[in-house]
């Protein structure tokens, strides 16, 4: 799990990152939405890679600002990394080694790979509805 401190107009909100993309912006469709109006609907978008790997991919086309330095372009924050909007700031405080969603996922898989050998005579039915998921 990734963990930002969004502060604007004086208030702080922790937000968490459970997801592989997370938009940015003013317009009520986003994930994380700022009240600044004089950003764009869509500033930009934070992408998890991994479990602990997060990036900001910017969309607004007069930068915005890294620790205090102008960037334009898509970049990999650090903890403590701070972004700032006019009067919006966020900080990237923390990420935990375990993502809920990915360490739900690993053992939804062991619970049917210990299925398959508790029940051989399922195992086909079990391995087609796997590979039929996949397709979709």
Request: with cysteine.
């Given at each position: 799990m990734i963990k930002l401190l969004i502060?604007?107009?004086g208030k702080e909100e922790d937000y968490q990152i459970?997801?592989?993309l997370v938009t940015l912006g003013t317009h009520h469709t986003?994930?994380?939405?700022?009240?600044?109006q004089r950003l764009p609907k869509r500033v930009g978008e934070f992408t998890v890679k991994g479990e602990n790997q997060l990036y900001f991919n910017s969309f607004h086309s007069?930068?915005?600002l890294l620790?205090?330095?102008i960037k334009t372009e898509s970049i990999e924050l650090n903890i403590n990394d701070t972004l700032t909007f006019f009067e919006t700031?966020?900080?990237f405080l923390a990420c935990s080694k375990t993502n809920p969603y990915i360490q739900s996922f690993e053992e939804s898989q062991n619970k049917i790979e210990k299925f398959k050998l508790e029940n051989?005579?399922?195992?086909?039915i079990v391995e087609h509805f796997?590979?039929?998921s996949q397709d979709v």
């Amino acid at each position: 799990m990734i963990k930002l401190l969004i502060r604007e107009w004086g208030k702080e909100e922790d937000y968490q990152i459970f997801r592989a993309l997370v938009t940015l912006g003013t317009h009520h469709t986003n994930d994380l939405i700022i009240m600044d109006q004089r950003l764009p609907k869509r500033v930009g978008e934070f992408t998890v890679k991994g479990e602990n790997q997060l990036y900001f991919n910017s969309f607004h086309s007069n930068g915005y600002l890294l620790n205090g330095e102008i960037k334009t372009e898509s970049i990999e924050l650090n903890i403590n990394d701070t972004l700032t909007f006019f009067e919006t700031v966020i900080t990237f405080l923390a990420c935990s080694k375990t993502n809920p969603y990915i360490q739900s996922f690993e053992e939804s898989q062991n619970k049917i790979e210990k299925f398959k050998l508790e029940n051989p005579d399922l195992k086909n039915i079990v391995e087609h509805f796997e590979k039929v998921s996949q397709d979709v």
